[in-house]
């Protein structure tokens, strides 16, 4: 939906979105040492002088690279192994830990009855936080329904998105989780208010269409480098060049943002080519440490919200007669009144404080 949206606003702007056309290979071109020879799998070669590696956290682009050299200290020499790509890892090193958001379960549904009161309004966000769990259901109302049939019958009623981390123990959700298994999870995390239990609910509410459901492992990682020649200037941007846990909603804003001061740096250094035809990669390479170092703050950023969000109520300090998950609720639920701190979060959430 959101590729539909935005690929329409690129048409209106006069801009054609080719697809599909997936790369599937890369290499320096024989006669110019400034192009770069762009396979596609339906055997297409497209002569390229700057690649953007926009395919996502599984970018091909980057896979293809020129090899990473990587220095390893062992117990008497320095050991000098390479792998085909640029890296791709956790800046802080692999984590194992198990936090909220390690695996999570998203879907969108319908419900029978549908449920009315707060709970209903749509924009509204309603959470409930656990020791080691949380339940997410965000009302969609029905303006997107024009869009959605599923087995056959056309989606008239309102649309809620279902989020539940799933905790390791419970071991991993299936791939794209049926009506079931969501509806197993609304009944033990969620609000009685939409479960199917008559003995926690008076009038039992059940899933009534599952629009599409998904499930995913979050983690951290960033691309050794987000610029490098194979030829054509080759730079990342998105997930291909960064992903992190979706705590604080940060990686399609920072994808955007890396597209629009990519825009300015390609400009730039075609305009400074079009001046000196040697001229050198400076301004690319500017580019790519700025959008590094972003990333790298992002990452720290949603690792932080994450510790924060995935404080449990059995954990105490000495001094403390309560819990610092429950401090910390009543911090949030004090703080929260204020308008000026939601504004503020917004900001920071939003991207717009962190260019
Ligand atoms: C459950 C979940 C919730 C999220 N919530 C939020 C949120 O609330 N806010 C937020 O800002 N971000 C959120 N994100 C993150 C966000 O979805 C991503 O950061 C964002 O989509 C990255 O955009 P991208 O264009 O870099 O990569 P992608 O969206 O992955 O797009 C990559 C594109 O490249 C194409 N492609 C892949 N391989 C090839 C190939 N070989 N050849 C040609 N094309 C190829 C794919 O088809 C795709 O169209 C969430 C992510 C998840 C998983």
Sequence with gaps: MTERVLGEKLQSLGVQVQRPHRVVGMKQNENDSRITDVSFEDGQVIKARYIIGADGARSIVRSQCPLTLLGELSDDYLQIRTIAGIGFSDPEGPDVGDNLLTQMVSADVTFEPEPVGPLALEGHLNGTIFSGNFFLLTPFGNRFNGELIRDGKPTTKSIFRVGCAIPMKSGEPPHAPPKEYIQDLIDTYGPACITSNPSLNPTPVKIDQLIWS????????????????????????????????????????????????????VTKHIQACAENPDVDDTILQEFADTRHARAVEIIDYSKKLLKFASLTYDSYAWWMPCSVASIRDLVLRILGRFDFVQSKVAWGLSGLGRR
């Excluded at 610029?227 to 990686?251: C, E, K, N, W």
Aim: proline share 2%.
């Design 214 to 265: 998904s499930r995913f492992r979050s983690r951290s990682a960033i691309a050794d480098r987000t610029f490098t020649r194979l030829g054509a200037a080759i730079l990342l941007v998105g997930d291909a060049a960064h992903i992190h846990s979706p705590a604080g909603g940060q990686g399609m804003n920072l994808a955007i943002r890396d597209a629009i001061f990519l825009t300015v740096a």
